[in-house]
């Protein structure tokens, strides 16, 4: 299986916070490849610059850190972006739109613990 960490999950894998479901851990664990997406990383830096997040980790360390922790980075590419424009209207968030997209079109399995992102269906594997 190969599967692509929303936001949420891929911080507390990279943090080990005990908020990271079990299932969600057994399947990272068995999974053939793990991706974490520029998406990620984006959200991240602009949550930090607003106030909404706090990380234990350097912005600027988190590549090497993502790396570190064995999963792959995928970047955001045209056809991720085209995908949009076919997504249905149920979740307005641009970073974790841009992550369904990229599950879509690379397939993975997009793991998350946002209700709202299970909606979309398919190939999404709600916590």
Not at 58 to 83: N, R, V, W, Y
Not at 103 to 121: F, N, Q, R, W
Request: with cysteine; net charge negative; aromatic share 6%.
């Amino acid at each position: 299986m190969r599967v692509l960490l929303d936001t949420h999950l891929l911080l507390w894998c990279l943090e080990k916070s005990e908020k990271l479901p079990d299932q969600a851990y057994q399947i990272i664990l068995t999974a053939d490849e793990v991706y974490a997406s520029t998406a990620n990383i984006w959200e991240i830096i602009i949550k930090i610059s607003i106030g909404k997040l706090k990380v234990q980790a350097k912005p600027q360390d988190m590549i090497q850190t993502i790396a570190d922790s064995g999963f792959e980075m995928l970047s955001i590419k045209p056809e991720h972006a085209l995908k949009l424009a076919e997504l249905e209207d149920i979740h307005r968030d641009p970073f974790d739109r841009i992550l369904i997209a990229q599950s879509m079109v690379e397939p993975l399995h997009l793991l998350t613990c946002d209700s709202a992102i299970a909606k979309y269906g398919g190939n999404i594997i709600h916590m």
